[in-house]
């Protein structure tokens, strides 16, 4: 969600950025400029502006970011969480906009939880699309005694075609009937961490299944998320009906309260400088949009209340009526 726009980056020295990310930037950049009918790729200014090279001198907070079809820009992250019910909204926070959706789940779930257990309402589930989809989130939940409607990513694979788990013995078993027992643990460039399942040397060399299984290796390895419990309980509830009754209440009540903050309530561009002014400026929009809807919430107690009232007056006349016209007769 593109939050915050600024003036175009200037150069500075990569903060931190490892020797990889900048191979990759490199290589990426290149291909671009490389590349038949690139938008701009061949004009002489052209510039592929990264976070892992350029930062902004006047707002150092803002991020870079790239949305399909539009120009690259300095923004801020607006992460929101919305009562399905009512259609308030409970929590808003301001994050980096170079960082993935995934990683302020937790401390937007941590804050909204105990904001509302204050008030002595319980958390039961949380409903977010496939860009919060992590082992750690579902876990993380999970151990809160929240259910996660979740989807995972497409290219997770809850089954292994051909080869089984076997939880005792913490080993996937091959189609040849080999096990592959798990190794060690370890990360990719990016920091994530991965398990490792690997057979023995032996077997595989001596396997003739090795030429169509693992041509080019010694042994067949396997590598997996340390939360595939984790994920496989989220695919199955993704697969569920209530899985897509959840899909839908989700983007029937979380992707309207965006639209009407960016189009109405002046969340297309934040202008002030800074994450926490960024975050105050989200906060107001999101008071706003809250004391709207309790307005017209209000306004409809107060009409309902004034047409009872109504009625009751009129029953209040024809009993005096009665009363009247029989004392009437009496006389």
């Not at 003739?208 to 067949?220: F, G, I, L, W």
């Not at 105050?280 to 706003?288: D, E, I, Y």
Request: net charge positive; charged share 20%.
């Amino acid at each position: 969600m593109d939050e915050r726009q600024a003036a175009a980056p200037l150069p500075a020295a990569a903060p931190a950025t490892q020797a990889h990310e900048l191979r990759r930037v490199a290589t990426r950049q290149a291909k671009q400029h490389r590349a038949v009918g690139g938008l701009g790729a061949q004009h002489a200014k052209a510039q592929l502006l990264s976070n892992k090279t350029h930062t902004s001198g006047s707002d150092p907070d803002a991020r870079i970011s790239v949305k399909p079809g539009k120009a690259r820009a300095l923004n801020y992250l607006c992460s929101l969480a919305v009562d399905t019910t009512s259609g308030l909204i409970s929590h808003v926070q301001a994050d980096l906009a170079d960082s993935r959706d995934s990683v302020h789940l937790p401390r937007l779930v941590a804050q909204l939880q105990t904001r509302l257990t204050q008030q002595q309402v319980p958390l039961r589930e949380v409903l977010a699309d496939a860009g919060y989809s992590n082992g750690f989130n579902y876990a993380f939940l999970e151990q809160r005694g929240i259910t996660p409607w979740i989807p995972v990513f497409g290219k997770y694979k809850p089954v292994l075609e051909g080869f089984a788990y076997e939880s005792d013995k913490n080993a996937y078993r091959c189609p040849a009937g080999k096990l592959l027992p798990f190794r060690n643990y370890c990360t990719n460039l990016d920091g994530t961490w991965l398990k490792n399942y690997r057979a023995e040397y032996r077997d595989c060399q001596s396997c003739p299944r090795k030429p169509t299984c693992v041509p080019s290796a010694t042994q067949k390895k396997l590598v997996r998320s340390p939360y595939d419990a984790a994920y496989l309980r989220a695919w199955q509830r993704q697969q569920s009906r209530a899985g897509q009754r959840r899909r839908r209440v989700r983007q029937g009540t979380v992707e309207p309260v965006f639209g009407n903050l960016l189009h109405h309530y002046g969340l297309r561009r934040v202008t002030t400088k800074g994450q926490a002014a960024a975050q105050k400026a989200m906060v107001l929009s999101a008071v706003a949009y809250n004391l709207k809807k309790l307005l017209k919430y209000q306004s409809n107690r107060v009409r309902s209340v004034a047409l009872a009232c109504q009625a009751d007056h009129q029953l209040l006349l024809q009993e005096a009526f009665w009363v009247l016209f029989g004392r009437w007769l009496a006389l």
